[in-house]
């Protein structure tokens, strides 16, 4: 079937997801090119200029003014103004990205550049199915803005292109990398004379003398129990390996009854079992248990590597959180030790239908250069997808701890797709772990529950599948 045509199916899905009418949708995108071949362009492709960029073409950038604000793209606007000295640039900074830019998707004139994220964004899965967005495999083979030698893609962290590819296309290019772990004071560790455990039974030793001192060895945020859901599945993955990771992925039978999976379940309800994690923490929102955890009430939470900065107002002088892998269950484990749960995120995309796709995709690679990136890194202490973005820097403890275990896992790195291609699992698997950690289900009856939920994913024929090769 020719490229630039769609099945009524995936109308059907993308009208669904969109809210708008089939007639609506289908004259945007039998209307649009599906690979910008209708955009601005003209300009004479070079090293620097690779996709032949008018100069003096306009340049829409549509960015979710979330945590991070967007001071770094207008930045990044400057520099690509200072290139293309004829381009007018719209800047727009909002917070619905979904509800703002829907429509605008269905008439045929989205952004050129969309900064899609927050709450309510749009569907990636559903416009990659409707030929919404541009392919950027030819920007991932450009030549990096830092140095015409080596290709974006070579300048990437593990896993971002495996992140931003659907059904074998790469249609989202994502500017954060986020580590996943547990997190502890480094001043509080010192004080008391305690080591990061790097296998289970040294786990279980050091929450008992933690107690003994009088703190709560472990809180997590339960109102959100996906946050304790994290080691439970790092801890799988070790044991199971990329096999499991493939299989549990792809809905096959009986996946989530591997042993790997119910021996940590069984180490998630142990810390229960042994009085180990904070009363009342189920309680809790993350702020508030987050909260606890700064006033040193307990001394060990899960979180991910944003977890510094939604802290910074509340965090003591002197606390200095570190983020440490979570431990390993057995030497026998198919991954090391070093393994941890890593992914990025803060999706860009350029829409197929943009007026200007070759200014967007050259946006895009002055904005994943390791200059801009570093000082986004320097403004937002978060840690770029690009490599050696944090390079030079002075860091937070908190960055400096997160930049060394993603070196330390190398391309060690475990991420779930599940979680992205099937919601009703993921909240299957959530939900469980919920009543897992609170004790009021068994490590095999979470198995049995999640298996059920996957097996009923693989059996609805309305749910779009996915394979994770």
Not at 39 to 54: C, E, K, L, M, T
Not at 199 to 227: D, N, R
Request: aromatic share 8%; charged share 20%; glycine share 10%.
């Amino acid at each position: 079937m020719p490229s630039n045509e769609i099945s009524r199916r995936a109308v059907l899905r993308a009208a669904a997801v969109l809210g708008v009418s089939l007639p609506g949708l289908a004259a945007c995108v039998t209307s649009g090119s599906g690979g910008g071949s209708s955009s601005a362009g003209g300009g004479d492709r070079s090293a620097a200029n690779p996709f032949g960029v008018q100069a003096d073409a306009p340049l829409e950038v549509v960015v979710f003014k979330g945590a991070y604000g967007d001071d770094y793209v207008i930045a990044a606007e400057n520099g690509y103004k200072s290139r293309f000295s004829g381009a007018v640039i719209d800047h727009k900074g909002i917070q619905k990205v979904g509800d703002t830019l829907r429509p605008r998707f269905v008439a045929g004139n989205p952004p050129d550049v969309v900064n899609n994220t927050g709450a309510g964004r749009l569907d990636i899965a559903a416009l990659n199915q409707s030929k919404q967005l541009e392919v950027l495999d030819s920007l991932l083979d450009a030549p990096s803005w830092d140095d015409p030698n080596v290709k974006v893609r070579d300048t990437l962290l593990p896993g971002v292109v495996e992140d931003g590819t659907y059904d074998g296309s790469f249609v989202r290019l994502n500017y954060v990398y986020t580590a996943w772990g547990l997190w502890y004071s480094k001043p509080l560790f010192e004080k008391n004379g305690w080591r990061w455990p790097s296998t289970w039974p040294e786990m279980l030793a050091l929450c008992e003398e933690i107690k003994k001192s009088g703190v709560a060895p472990w809180t997590y945020q339960g109102k959100f129990p996906e946050y304790v859901a994290d080691p439970l599945l790092v801890m799988a993955a070790r044991g199971g390996g990329v096999d499991l990771l493939r299989s549990i992925d792809n809905l096959e039978p009986n996946a989530w009854r591997h042993e790997s999976v119910k021996a940590a379940a069984e180490a998630i309800a142990e810390l229960s079992a042994k009085g180990y994690v904070m009363p009342g923490s189920e309680a809790l929102s993350h702020t508030e248990a987050q909260g606890a955890w700064c006033q040193g009430k307990a001394a060990i939470i899960p979180s991910g590597s944003w977890l510094e900065s939604e802290q910074k107002s509340v965090t003591p002088a002197g606390f200095d959180m570190v983020m440490g892998a979570v431990p390993s269950l057995s030497s026998s484990d198919k991954l090391g030790s070093n393994a941890i749960h890593a992914a990025s995120s803060e999706a860009y995309l350029v829409p197929s239908q943009a007026k200007n796709v070759p200014g967007g995709l050259d946006f895009l690679r002055m904005l994943f250069s390791r200059k801009a990136m570093n000082e986004f890194a320097k403004a937002v202490g978060t840690m770029p997808s690009v490599s050696g973005a944090t390079d030079g820097l002075t860091l937070s403890p908190a960055l400096t701890s997160v930049t060394e275990a993603v070196k330390a896992a190398g391309t060690d790195m475990i991420n779930y797709r599940h979680r992205t291609w099937y919601p009703t699992l993921t909240k299957a698997v959530d939900d469980g772990v919920g009543e897992l950690v609170s004790l009021r289900i068994t490590p095999a009856e979470w198995v049995d529950r999640v298996q059920k939920a996957a097996d009923d994913v693989a059996a609805d024929s309305s749910v779009k599948k996915y394979e994770r090769r």
